[in-house]
């Protein structure tokens, strides 16, 4: 059966009223829409742990750099309704911008520290974005749990510090990354590649693959970073805005996998950037 589409903050309130009324466990998925399997999984691990799903599709022009880059984003509405009929949510809210950010909005939530890094860095303002859009998801949502996936590792762990921070009565969940049958990690940005692109999109995450291998094997941690960026360059990406190891925890740079680590990259394939990060297995 389809979900109700709620468009506005006081029908999403009367739908919630009850369950919690009913003392019920609201799991959120925030995603921006172009739903693929990577987010389904995110409803199915809700719907696991949860009484009641929400999924919310909010393109969110806080967290882009250009207007241009908001309207291009892929809009997929429709197929997104119907993909989740098949998943038992039970709401999909598509809020309208001014339900976000009304007339007179001037609240920003900032996380420092694991937001001075990568992304932080290539996209600024962006996890300014990210977390005050976040932050009001989940308010207006009541969610008690709330839904993420680990293909963006950084926003995940800057989200964590927000609710910890802040003692938000909800608790993070951080799902793996889903991905292609050649590896490619699954993004609503796929979309915007080119057929030439795609077959050559999967190379980050064998490259990432790669320097990871060379890196626990002793490899010095530069030396293998460049193998990479000249590969990648090769294959046909542009850019390499960074491919390096950091700690999961407070994402500071590795040179070798000391604690639990990860490599994180994110590259340019003709006008699309791509991002991932793959664990170090030591
Ligand atoms: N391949 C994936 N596996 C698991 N979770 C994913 C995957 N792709 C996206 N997600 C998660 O889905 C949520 C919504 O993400 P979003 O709508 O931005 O999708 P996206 O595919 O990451 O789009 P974009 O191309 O903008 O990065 C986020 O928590 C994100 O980490
Ligand atoms: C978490 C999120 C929905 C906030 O707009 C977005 O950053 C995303 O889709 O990952
Ligand atoms: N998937 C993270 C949202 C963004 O790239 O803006």
Redesign the pocket.
């Known amino acids: 059966m389809s979900a109700p589409i709620v468009r506005n903050l006081a029908d999403l309130r009367a739908a919630i009223l009850p369950w919690r009324d009913a003392g019920a466990r609201i799991g959120v998925v925030?995603?921006?829409g172009a739903l693929h399997d990577g987010h389904l999984s995110l409803a199915r691990a809700a719907k696991r742990v949860c009484d009641r799903v929400i999924v919310t599709i909010?393109v969110?022009p806080r967290?882009f750099s250009t207007p241009e880059d908001v309207a291009r984003y892929p809009r997929t509405e429709q197929a997104d309704a119907a993909r989740l009929a098949r998943h038992g949510v039970d709401a999909i809210y598509v809020p309208d911008v001014d339900q976000i950010y009304p007339d007179g909005f001037a609240t920003t939530v900032t996380v420092s520290g694991l937001t001075e890094v990568m992304d932080g860095i290539h996209r600024p303002g962006h996890f300014a974005g990210?977390t005050t859009?976040?932050a009001k998801l989940l308010a207006q949502t009541s969610a008690t749990d709330a839904f993420?996936g680990e293909k963006?590792f950084q926003?995940l762990q800057v989200v964590r510090r927000m609710v910890r921070d802040l003692d938000m009565p909800v608790t993070i969940h951080g799902c793996p990354t889903i991905r292609e049958i050649d590896g490619l990690a699954m993004s609503s940005r796929n979309l915007l590649l080119s057929d030439r692109a795609r077959t050559i999109a999967p190379a980050l995450v064998e490259q990432m693959e790669q320097m990871a291998a060379a890196i626990v094997s002793g490899r010095p941690a530069e030396e293998a970073q460049r193998a990479a960026i000249a590969a990648l360059k090769q294959a046909g990406f542009t850019d390499v805005d960074y491919i390096e190891m950091r700690a999961n925890d407070d994402l500071s740079l590795l040179t070798t996998p000391s604690r639990p680590a990860r490599l994180f990259a994110a590259a340019w394939l003709a006008g699309v950037r791509l991002i991932d990060n793959i664990a170090v297995e030591r």
Do not use: H
Request: aromatic residues 16%.
């Open positions: 925030p995603t921006m909010f969110n967290q990210v859009v976040v993420f963006d926003q």
